[in-house]
């Protein structure tokens, strides 16, 4: 069965640290990765997704395949991206996103 | 504005008292799904619906129902409310979903006594 795995349920770092959410995937296919955010009091929402391989406010993430990873990655972090992260994956012919648990990042001045 | 709105957005009830919570999408998405968000757990994705009249089992299905009557409702109904269905609640709709976006509604606090 597909699942995504997020080790950590509470990331805390100092603003200008870099960051790195973990997320790790099961699925023997070619999945389709996802980051999304939730900021407090706002709505969930995409951040980025591995075929586009952007950059969102400073987020990079690259799907490592033999590794089974999609980790988040910032090089300087800031107080606004203090928020919660869930990573997805969307198993081709099934029509759900599969979300992790979460990770809360708290980036602290 | 585009949006995704549900409703209601706090609600207590007690076991047995049948609810619904509804969902409506302005966009005109074709694809509507509904999720539940445990601590520890994620979000669960428990019904979903690519179109009209089309709707199908997620991950964790029993003790709801869904229906999909017009393009931009999508309500749950939850006949008979256990305490384990105390849950925070999430719409969702997409375009298409081919490219996996997800547009969410601002959740509905649910607890059921």
Redesign the interface.
């Known amino acids: 069965a597909q699942r ?1 795995t ?1 080790p950590e ?1 509470l990331l805390s770092v100092f603003k200008g640290a870099p960051v790195e959410l973990k997320c790790n995937y099961s699925y023997s296919g070619s999945p ?1 990765l ?1 980051w ?1 955010v939730q900021y407090s009091r706002q ?4 951040l980025l ?1 591995h075929i586009s391989r952007e950059s969102i406010k400073g987020f990079t993430a690259d799907l490592n395949k033999g590794e089974t990873s999609f980790h988040l990655k910032k090089p300087f972090a800031q107080e606004e991206d203090s928020a919660m992260y ?1 990573c ?1 994956v ?1 198993a081709g012919g099934y ?8 990770t809360r990042l708290a980036v602290h001045p | 504005e585009a949006q ?1 709105t549900q409703n209601p957005r706090y609600l207590i009830t007690v076991t047995g008292k049948k609810l619904t919570v509804t969902c409506s999408q302005n966009m005109n998405h074709e ?1 509507m ?1 509904w ?1 539940r968000q445990d601590p ?6 428990i019904y ?1 619906s ?1 179109n009209v009249e089309v709707t ?1 089992k ?2 964790v299905p029993e003790g709801y129902k869904v229906s999909r009557k017009e393009k931009r409702n999508f309500p749950l109904i939850l006949e008979s409310p256990s305490p384990n269905q105390t849950s925070l609640y ?1 719409c969702a709709s997409s375009g298409t ?1 081919l ?9 509905s606090r649910l607890t059921v006594l």
């Open positions: 995504v997020q349920k389709e996802f999304y709505r969930l929402q995409l997704r869930y997805a969307k029509n759900k996103l599969i979300f992790g648990a979460g | 995704v694809y799904s999720y520890g757990l994620g979000l669960r994705q979903y690519m199908d997620g991950d999430f979903f490219a996996g976006e997800l547009f969410f509604g601002e959740g």
